[in-house]
């Protein structure tokens, strides 16, 4: 200690163990400001340093900036504010951890060989671990907007497609983790945005005169009437099959026919429902059934029957 009880940088040191260099670093940003100087130009520092010191020190250790500490020191706000705000990030960045741990253990499970897989598993790995939360509700938003964008589609559709909130949780199960993957995959193909684009213009121009829900309406007439006669048993190209498409369809043209058959061919019924499939995984709610088989069966019944 110096004339009139004050610390050079060396004796502040060796009192609190701190190194000389980042004593005078965080002097010289005004976090530990000295107490004055010697007649050698030496900076000096009181026993209140001791203290403003080692609360720095601790400070830094969980994490606050200097620039924050120095506010905090100045008064300028309270500790308990900066605090709050590094509890959020600190929450945010668990939660991106605990999402890269997920994304690891997925790409560990797979213990794929090949370097081609591995290239797919690395960029999963990188396109999962790195985005935010806001960045992976965005994909999703993007997607919803380029195929309904303009559209008077049936406000059923987009609310089953659109309208769901898909974010993997903050600590993903594998099976979320890959249904992200698969999902993220899918909504940026630009060819699966084609084809789901294409299913909600011929939905809007059939709205005319259709209740909301109509499509989801077909859907499930598909279910009742076209499963239950594949469960008995009923061949798609026999008399009763053709009642069942006429109990479906009602008194469609052959053209009406043909169209409801090339949109079940190019799967928009399977691709929306894998989707819906999907966002209902990330979501961790247990998917509805598949019923793909109804509308295959749909399908060799209209091909069997193309006429009104």
Do not use: C
């Not at 340093?49 to 080692?54: F, I, Q, T």
């Not at 048993?233 to 409801?260: K, N, Q």
């Not at 894998?274 to 509308?295: C, Q, T």
């Amino acid at each position: 200690m110096d004339d009139e009880g004050l610390f050079t940088v060396g004796r502040l040191s060796r009192r609190t163990g701190m190194p000389a260099r980042t004593i005078r670093y965080w002097s010289d940003v005004g976090v530990l400001p000295p107490a004055g100087r010697s007649e050698g130009g030496y900076r000096l520092y009181d026993a209140g340093a001791v203290a403003r010191l080692e609360l720095v020190r601790t400070l830094r250790d969980l994490g606050l900036g200097l620039d924050d500490i120095r506010r905090v020191l100045e008064r300028k706000v309270t500790l308990a504010d900066v605090a709050a705000v590094h509890v959020d990030a600190l929450d945010a960045q668990i939660r991106t951890l605990r999402i890269r741990r997920a994304v690891l253990s997925t790409v560990a499970r797979r213990r794929s060989g090949t370097e081609e897989t591995n290239t797919e598993e690395m960029k999963l790995l990188n396109d999962m671990a790195r985005l935010s939360a806001e960045e992976r509700r965005r994909i999703v938003e993007d997607f919803v907007d380029e195929v309904f964008g303009g559209l008077d589609a049936d406000p059923e559709l987009r609310n089953r497609m659109g309208h769901t909130r898909v974010d993997l949780p903050d600590d993903p199960t594998p099976e979320q983790v890959d249904a992200w993957a698969e999902l993220a995959g899918l909504v940026r193909d630009p060819d699966f945005r084609r084809r789901m684009r294409d299913m909600v213009e011929h939905n809007s121009r059939g709205r005319a005169g259709q209740e909301p829900g109509a499509f989801a309406w077909f859907a499930k007439k598909v279910v009742w009437l076209a499963g239950q006669a594949r469960e008995d048993g009923v061949s798609p190209d026999s008399p009763e099959a053709a009642e069942v498409v006429t109990r479906l369809l009602g008194d469609m043209d052959a053209a009406g026919r043909a169209a409801v058959r090339e949109r079940i061919e190019a799967g928009l019924y399977a691709e929306a429902d894998r989707y819906r499939r999907l966002m209902a995984v990330i979501n961790g709610r247990e998917p509805k059934p598949s019923h793909a088989d109804d509308f295959a069966w749909l399908l060799d019944a209209l091909r069997a029957h193309p006429g009104a």
